[in-house]
């Protein structure tokens, strides 16, 4: 594995639990499925919730419609390693 493919592990690990955490979901339900769709727990004030705890958890600023675009785990964990990377520069 390289040092990109082991931290973008990490990143999913830290980003599964918090999603588990925060939505009161089973950890093994945070696959690349979940999204509003699939988690009954994934409501529009969970997912508030949700971006506020992501962001406090690896130290981020999202826009809005960053926000309102990450309704699903892959585009969720997009958006934080995006960021991640962008802050590394």
């Known amino acids: ?18 999603v588990a955490e925060v939505l009161g979901a089973d950890p093994r339900e ?8 699939t988690l009954p727990e994934w409501t529009s004030l969970g997912h508030l919730t949700l971006m506020a705890a992501v962001e406090g958890l690896f130290g ?3 826009t809005m ?8 785990f892959p585009r969720l964990r997009q ?11």
Do not use: K
């Not at 594995?1 to 918090?18: D, F, K």
């Not at 419609?65 to 699903?72: I, K, P, Q, R, V």
């Not at 958006?79 to 520069?89: F, K, M, Q, W």
């Open 65 to 72: 419609e960053e926000m309102t675009s990450a309704t699903d």
């Open 30 to 37: 945070i696959t690349d499925e979940a999204s509003q769709l």
């Open 60 to 62: 981020l600023r999202f």
């Open 79 to 89: 958006l934080v390693e995006r960021h991640l990377a962008a802050s590394r520069g």
């Open 1 to 18: 594995m390289t040092a990109t493919e082991i931290q973008s592990e990490a990143v999913t690990q830290r980003l599964r639990a918090v």
